[in-house]
């Protein structure tokens, strides 16, 4: 059975930073892609990052460019999600998962499987 588990999620000042991590049992993350997603209270799920399976490659959605950075340990089994300048606006519930279609990275449909997603609120 494959689970992906975030953790890390917690509240934190504007212009703070905050660290979430994603764990995998039941698959081995260096085969697959992984991205981070975002659900914010009311709105609809959105992208934030991918990581390649060798960490070779990031993409970023705007919003975060220049302040989301994302890295992975295969040996762990892990990807994280580094995030600073945190701004109100990044309040939402963060979410792991794994590629397994190829085409666009920011399309949820191309992931099978996701973690339970960690809260993330940022205050003023």
């Known amino acids: 059975q494959v689970q992906l588990i975030e953790s890390g999620g917690g509240l934190v000042q504007a212009g703070g930073s905050l660290r979430v991590s994603c764990a995998a049992s039941?698959?081995?993350?260096?085969?697959?892609?992984m991205g981070w997603f975002r659900q914010a209270h009311g709105k609809e799920r959105e992208f934030v990052g991918y990581?390649?399976?060798?960490?070779?490659?990031?993409y970023y959605a705007d919003s975060v460019k220049g302040r989301f950075a994302i890295s992975r340990d295969n040996a762990k089994n892990t990807v994280d999600l580094q995030m600073n300048s945190l701004k109100e606006e990044d309040t939402a519930v963060y979410y792991c998962?794994?590629?397994?279609?190829?085409?666009?990275?920011?399309?949820?449909?191309?992931?099978?499987?996701w973690g339970q997603g960690t809260q993330v609120t940022v205050s003023s």
């Open positions: 990581i390649s399976r060798t960490g070779s490659a990031t």
């Open positions: 998962a794994s590629r397994t279609a190829g085409g666009n990275a920011a399309n949820a449909r191309e992931y099978d499987y």
């Open positions: 039941g698959r081995t993350l260096s085969t697959y892609g």
